[in-house]
């Protein structure tokens, strides 16, 4: 195989060449295979050397290769190809917006649990119990112990944990560290 390969010569009397971008060569089989038909193809689709697992080896043949760029299922395949490539580029492929959801609702969960853990620190360091005499957040159960009081209070000035707070609270056996 020689460079020359991965360039295609229009026909436009000028010689203009184009590189194959889709063209991908494996030194360890000695083959050729086309990128964009192993990623997208279709069942129905036009099956050539370039899309099998052993790849193109036949260099006498090399205008297989042009029939195989002319070929509907390879322009398809190439099209899908530059779309998803264009979409990963302006992050406006559907799972930058799950990725993006799913970084917003960790991060959320990773601020949850730091406050818990730090409350639970400054507990112990102070030689506290974490419980009271009762284990929900109810006002008037009387002592609600001094991890759930020291939550409250936390959520007093953070609206993070207010909301956790205020989320846990009404479901019946879920407690403050519930959806952690």
Request: aromatic content about 10%; some cysteine; glycine content about 8%.
């Amino acid at each position: 195989m020689t460079q020359s390969w991965f360039y295609k010569r229009l026909g436009n009397g000028l010689g203009t060449k184009i590189l194959r971008t889709w063209l991908v060569y494996s030194p360890t089989k000695g083959a050729a295979y086309c990128f964009c038909c192993l990623l997208f193809a279709r069942a129905d689709g036009h099956n050539s050397a370039l899309t099998s697992s052993q790849g193109f080896t036949k260099w006498k043949n090399i205008e297989r290769m042009d029939a195989h760029e002319n070929a509907p299922s390879h322009r398809a395949c190439f099209a899908d190809w530059k779309e998803l490539e264009r979409n990963l580029r302006t992050n406006s492929a559907i799972d930058i917006e799950v990725q993006s959801v799913y970084a917003t609702e960790k991060q959320k969960w990773r601020y949850v649990l730091s406050r818990i853990s730090h409350c639970i620190k400054f507990l112990a360091t102070q030689n506290l119990p974490l419980r009271g005499h009762r284990e929900n957040q109810c006002e008037d159960v009387g002592n609600i112990g001094n991890f759930l009081g020291l939550m409250k209070l936390v959520a007093n000035f953070d609206p993070i944990i207010k909301d956790h707070m205020t989320r846990v609270s009404g479901k019946s056996g879920l407690d403050v560290l519930s959806g952690v």
